[in-house]
Nanobody
Framework: QVQLSESGGGLVQAGGSLRLICVASGRTFSSYAMGWFRQAPGKERELVAAVNWSGDRTHYADSVKGRFTISRDNAKNTVNLQMNSLKPEDTAVYYC?????????????????WGQGTQVTVSS
């Protein structure tokens, strides 16, 4: 019964910033991991960032580390991805993902629920 909805994507110039927001809705939420993935044209879907239920453990892809920050607010059922110093290579559809576990997950196949995605386009 969990549903995810992403927002915040758009068109920005290289070096700019965007903040993506994922809102989870449904009957119950408890001890769930969240992750952000992206899929660029001609490429496979890849992990961007992940966070555990407590929010005290995070993981980032090497390509975005130092530029992107994942955070969550369990009281609001939201997970954010702050993206700074954007590059054209960051252009992709970004998806949030969910699984009802307390730990942090790294693999796409480990997640159970996915959002519809939001487009991020970075011009050079």
């Amino acid at each position: 019964q969990v549903q995810l909805s992403e927002s915040g994507g758009g068109l920005v110039q290289a070096g700019g910033s965007l903040r993506l927001i994922c809102v989870a809705s449904g009957r119950t939420f408890s001890s769930y991991a969240m992750g952000w993935f992206r899929q660029a044209p001609g490429k496979e879907r890849e992990l961007v960032a992940a966070v555990n239920w407590s929010g005290d453990r995070t993981h980032y892809a090497d390509s975005v580390k130092g530029r992107f920050t994942i955070s969550r607010d369990n009281a609001k059922n939201t997970v954010n991805l702050q993206m700074n110093s954007l590059k054209p290579e960051d252009t992709a559809v970004y998806y949030c993902a969910w699984k009802r576990v307390a730990g942090m997950l790294y693999l796409m196949g480990q997640y159970d629920v996915w959002g519809q995605g939001t487009q991020v386009t970075v011009s050079s």
